[in-house]
Structure formats: structure tokens, C-alpha cells
């Protein structure tokens, strides 16, 4: 068997740090490492979508490539920072789910994505196709970071990284979706932090906490 050539071989790396920061991001639980891990994330998609642009001459995936550095690079940690500063929470020690449980069930979920995506990735064409069962065990291990959160912050987080997922699903399986979807997308994001935002602070005046038990405890009284 003829070994892989470079570009596969670097997007295949990528690829596997992205999942091993989706791991990274389970277990983690001081809030401005999970942003700064999130950082991290859309700079190996950023790169991983720079590279296919080089190398199959898909000239909108270089645009691709260029809004997910700027925003999901800079703008959205920046935002995501300074709320954290604003709000002062460092930690979320309060859990759903104990962490070895959590990645125990994070592994059987990696089996079930590779598992899944296989007959997916034999009929795509694509040079990053191998890539396509590690792109969905991300945004597998991004929803269960999500529900195994309690706190607000944290479960934004897990929707942005699973939307970094979908993303590299995306560029695995078709190299990217058309530039309007993507434009859209990116302001409906960044739109959505922002409101975010503001829910944030709303909670926190009212209750104190960022625990998101709390409305549900206001949606049972009434």
C-alpha cells in the first residue's frame, strides 16, 4: 500500500487534535480553558480547511478558512473572555456526570461515530473523507459535553464545538457548503453569542448563579 501524501497525512493530524481537544474539553473545569481550548479547535479547522483549499483549488474554502480564524479564533474567544471577566466565573465544579463516566461514554460514542460514518465516507470522493468519522465523534463528544453541564457558560461552549464539528463534517464529506450558507451561519453564531451575553447577565441578576437549574425550578413554580 503506497503511503498517504503529505496534505493527507497533515489533515489527518488535524484531525486527530481536534478530537483529542474534544476529549480535552470533557474533562476540563476551569471555564477559560475550555475557551482557550476551544480557540484551539478553530485553528486546527481553520488550518486543516486552509490546506484542502491549497491543494483541490476550492477557492470559497479559503474564504471558509478565513472566517473560521477570525471568528471562532479571535472574535468569539475575545467575546466569550471578557464575559467571563464580567461575570467572574472561573470554575464549573458542578457536574451531571463524573468524569471518568463522561469519558467512558465518550469512547463509546467515538466507536458509534467511526462505526456510522464508514459507509458515509466509501461513497464521498473527497481527500479528507477519512476524516469524516472523527468529524462526527466531535460533534458527538460536544453534545455530551452539553448535556452533562449544568452551568450556562459551559453548555454554550459545547454548542460551538459542535458546530466546529459539523463544519469538518461538512468540509469531509463535500469540501464546505456554499458561501452564502457559510456567511450565514457565521453571523447567526456570532448574533447568538451575543444574545447569549445578555441572557447571561439576566440570570445572574436574577438568581445569582449561572446554574441553569434555577429556571427550571421557575418554570415548575409556575
Given at each position: 500500500?503506497?503511503?498517504?501524501?503529505?496534505?493527507?497525512?497533515?489533515?489527518?493530524?488535524?484531525?486527530?487534535?481536534?478530537?483529542?481537544?474534544?476529549?480535552?474539553?470533557?474533562?476540563?473545569?476551569?471555564?477559560?480553558s475550555?475557551?482557550?481550548?476551544?480557540a484551539?479547535?478553530?485553528?486546527?479547522?481553520?488550518?486543516?480547511?486552509?490546506?484542502v483549499?491549497?491543494?483541490?483549488?476550492?477557492?470559497?474554502?479559503?474564504?471558509s478558512?478565513?472566517i473560521?480564524?477570525?471568528?471562532?479564533?479571535?472574535?468569539l474567544?475575545?467575546?466569550?473572555?471578557r464575559?467571563?471577566?464580567?461575570?467572574?466565573?472561573?470554575?464549573?465544579?458542578?457536574?451531571?456526570?463524573n468524569?471518568?463516566?463522561?469519558?467512558?461514554?465518550g469512547?463509546?460514542?467515538?466507536?458509534?461515530?467511526?462505526?456510522?460514518?464508514?459507509?458515509?465516507?466509501?461513497?464521498?470522493?473527497?481527500?479528507?473523507?477519512?476524516?469524516?468519522g472523527?468529524?462526527?465523534?466531535?460533534?458527538?463528544?460536544?453534545?455530551?459535553?452539553m448535556?452533562?453541564?449544568?452551568?450556562?457558560?459551559?453548555?454554550?461552549?459545547?454548542?460551538?464545538?459542535?458546530?466546529n464539528?459539523?463544519?469538518?463534517?461538512?468540509?469531509?464529506?463535500?469540501?464546505?457548503?456554499?458561501?452564502?450558507?457559510e456567511?450565514?451561519?457565521?453571523?447567526?453564531?456570532?448574533?447568538g453569542?451575543?444574545?447569549?451575553?445578555v441572557?447571561?447577565?439576566q440570570?445572574?441578576e436574577?438568581?445569582?448563579s449561572?446554574?441553569l437549574?434555577?429556571?427550571?425550578?421557575?418554570?415548575?413554580?409556575?
Amino acid at each position: 500500500m503506497s503511503a498517504l501524501p503529505l496534505h493527507a497525512q497533515v489533515i489527518n493530524l488535524l484531525a486527530a487534535i481536534l478530537l483529542l481537544l474534544a476529549f480535552a474539553m470533557l474533562t476540563q473545569r476551569r471555564v477559560l480553558s475550555l475557551i482557550d481550548l476551544f480557540a484551539a479547535q478553530g485553528l486546527a479547522l481553520a488550518v486543516s480547511t486552509g490546506i484542502v483549499a491549497a491543494y483541490t483549488g476550492q477557492a470559497h474554502l479559503w474564504w471558509s478558512a478565513g472566517i473560521t480564524l477570525a471568528l471562532k479564533v479571535v472574535a468569539l474567544p475575545w467575546i466569550l473572555h471578557r464575559l467571563i471577566r464580567r461575570l467572574d466565573v472561573k470554575w464549573d465544579v458542578e457536574r451531571l456526570v463524573n468524569v471518568p463516566t463522561t469519558m467512558l461514554i465518550g469512547i463509546v460514542l467515538v466507536v458509534f461515530s467511526f462505526n456510522l460514518a464508514v459507509p458515509i465516507s466509501q461513497l464521498s470522493g473527497t481527500i479528507t473523507r477519512a476524516t469524516l468519522g472523527i468529524a462526527m465523534a466531535s460533534v458527538m463528544l460536544s453534545f455530551l459535553m452539553m448535556i452533562t453541564r449544568r452551568k450556562a457558560i459551559p453548555q454554550v461552549i459545547g454548542f460551538l464545538s459542535m458546530e466546529n464539528g459539523l463544519f469538518f463534517a461538512a468540509t469531509s464529506a463535500t469540501y464546505g457548503m456554499p458561501m452564502v450558507v457559510e456567511l450565514g451561519i457565521a453571523l447567526d453564531v456570532l448574533v447568538g453569542v451575543l444574545i447569549l451575553g445578555v441572557f447571561f447577565f439576566q440570570i445572574r441578576e436574577q438568581f445569582d448563579s449561572l446554574d441553569l437549574q434555577h429556571l427550571e425550578k421557575l418554570q415548575e413554580g409556575e
